[in-house]
């Protein structure tokens, strides 16, 4: 199968990468036999969960370079499909995720199709308006908790349930974490190899030149939009139960979707590594300047502050992120 | 006939960019396509390709109506075209984009790769496979686009000016490109250009557009002899072998 061997090819890539992600690997594997504290346990489940979000927002965001601030409506169907699935009708964790990949996929060809007739800010901002009323529909409907949220009860469901996936210790939601994440990386390697990713970059290049070239520019959005969902969703329900604790505030607020695309943009849109380069500087740093600076200093909202002033720089020095900056390192060393 | 272009109207608002534009391309022909800056050729490509819609008129490819058709269909039929103003800005480089065409024809990977080097070396562009297309200077980028658009196999091939802005050793290399596309590899051409002594040379048959008209069609040496094009476009003192 074509597919299967694009996905696990990794040659067009720099030996040096190869090698340097082969470590991190190794080290994500036998993070949690190190002894560090169980706020780094959070930290890394948190890193793993925003490395898949913004890896999926790189398919449709990075490599079709279509702004897409909207992806939390998707960590929202994914996180309400398990839960309510869980709570109304016991239905198991493996069953529900899917269930969820399949109603977010739906929902975003739905709503797809207008939002493609747009471009550039037009749609970033359609984007954010689909997802903020999603939203309030969810805080005023009362089968899904409305703004309360739901609350999985550990003493209804007692852990460990890996039908459920309900467990007390972290390092469960780890590991499995850490399989979706590889599953992830696979995956995108594979879609970087499809023809749609090619057509993909090329629709970022420029679209007259693309619908030339034979390529339906809106169904291939539509397509890698539908991906870009199935991602996030999937991440959102293994979110709720890892969490137990879901309201419309926290999983479909605008926070959310800045925070997916900022985890790519800063990495680098684009670029296989991005997402997860992004993720690993801003996961901790959002701990850092929520739990710590937030709470303890009062400085409330200044984590949003800050990634206002990310998104500044990135525009301004490197628009294609950390990944840019040390792809323009790497050309001026090897230049003669 | 593999083009037939129709009673072509095309108004951009009050504007007649294309008045009743009638011509044919039969096939393995090389078309050259003349007039004056704004006299609708560039227009004339957009509405064939399906860029822009048509106002009034007909256009058959390979014998089937393509008029309302969408751009991305056209081109599975076989139509490919080049554009005259074209900036890469992402980071393809010249296989990976050449790639893009050829996926046109095939979803797999490898065989993708096979189409577009063999195309690449066709067009004697394989020693840039390696290079970002955005870091080629913008007559080079012109000549990628029509590799690009000769790796999705089209039946015809429109080419919008690729030889501005080149040097005259260079337009030499780029009259070889032409002559291979269109003699060896047996694509039907249709070449708007203002470099006369690319144009003439290789055409078969020319077309000259003024102000939305097609004024006259020929072979090269009627059409440069012709007093009506050489009033609206060519100018009283021009000389083809000046040109060369």
Not at chain 1, 75 to 96: E, N, Q
Not at chain 2, 85 to 97: K, M
Request: aromatic share 12%; proline share 4%; net charge neutral.
């Amino acid at each position: 199968m074509e597919a299967i061997r694009n996905a696990l090819d990794f040659k067009d890539l720099p030996r040096s990468e190869v090698y340097l992600s082969w470590a991190v690997a190794l080290f994500l594997i036998i993070f949690p036999l190190l002894p560090f504290s169980s706020f780094a346990m959070a930290t890394m489940i948190q890193f793993l969960i925003f490395a898949v979000y913004g890896m999926g927002w790189n398919t449709i965001g990075g490599y079709g370079g279509q702004v897409d601030l909207g992806k939390a409506q998707y960590v929202g169907i994914g996180a309400y499909t398990t839960t309510v699935a869980l709570i109304r009708w016991d239905i198991p964790f493996w069953v529900s995720m899917p269930l969820g990949m399949a109603i977010s996929v739906l929902w975003s060809f739905m709503i797809g199709y207008p939002l493609f007739k747009l471009k550039g800010h037009y749609f970033a901002i359609a984007t954010i308006a689909t997802s903020l009323v999603l939203k309030d529909l969810f805080e005023v409907w009362g089968f899904v908790g409305a703004a309360r949220g739901l609350h999985i009860s550990p003493v209804k469901y007692p852990p460990p349930d890996f039908l459920r996936l309900i467990f007390k210790e972290d390092v469960y939601y780890y590991y499995l974490l850490l399989g979706f994440f590889f599953l992830a990386v696979f995956v995108m390697n594979w879609f970087r190899h499809s023809a749609l990713g090619y057509r993909l970059r090329c629709i970022k290049d420029n679209e007259e030149v693309a619908k030339a070239l034979g390529i339906n520019v809106h169904w291939a959005k539509i397509k890698t939009y539908a991906l870009a969902t199935a991602y996030v969703s999937a991440m959102g329900s293994v979110h709720a139960m890892y969490i137990k604790n879901i309201e419309p505030e926290d999983t479909m607020s605008l926070d959310i979707s800045v925070l997916i695309a900022l985890m790519a943009m800063l990495g680098g849109a684009g670029s296989l590594w991005g997402p997860i380069i992004g993720a690993a500087v801003l996961v901790p740093m959002k701990s850092y300047l929520k739990e710590w600076m937030g709470a303890k200093m009062g400085l409330i909202g200044i984590d949003l502050i800050i990634y206002g002033f990310i998104i500044m720089v990135i525009a301004a020095v490197e628009p294609k992120g950390l990944w840019g900056l040390y792809e323009r390192w790497k050309g001026k060393r090897s230049a003669p | 006939m593999l083009l037939k272009v129709d009673g072509l109207i095309k108004d951009f608002g009050g504007l007649r960019a294309l008045d009743s534009v009638s011509f044919e391309v039969r096939e393995h022909e090389l078309v050259g396509l003349i007039g004056p800056n704004g006299a609708g050729k560039t227009t004339l490509f957009n509405c064939i390709s399906g860029h822009v819609p048509v106002t009034k008129g007909k256009i058959l490819f390979d014998g089937k109506d393509i008029t309302e058709l969408p751009p991305h269909q056209r081109a599975k039929l076989g139509l490919a075209r080049t554009f005259q103003v074209y900036a890469a800005q992402g980071d393809l480089n010249v296989l990976e984009y050449t790639m893009v065409g050829a996926f046109l024809r095939t979803n797999g990977r490898t065989k993708a790769r096979d189409i577009a080097l063999e195309t690449l070396k066709e067009l004697d562009l394989l020693p840039w496979k390696e290079r970002k297309v955005s870091e080629i200077p913008v007559p080079g980028q012109k000549l990628v686009t029509m590799a690009v658009a000769v790796a999705t196999n089209p039946k015809i091939l429109l080419l919008d000016e690729v030889a501005a802005g080149l040097n005259p050793q260079e337009i030499g290399w780029v009259k070889g490109i032409i002559s291979h596309i269109h003699k060896d590899l047996g694509i039907t051409t249709v070449l708007i250009e203002h470099v006369m002594a690319l144009v003439m040379d290789i055409s078969e048959r020319v077309v000259v557009l003024d102000a939305g008209r097609v004024i006259k069609e020929g072979r090269p040496q009627e059409v440069v002899n012709d007093p009506a094009v050489i009033k609206a476009y060519l100018g009283e003192s021009f000389r083809l072998e000046e040109t060369r």
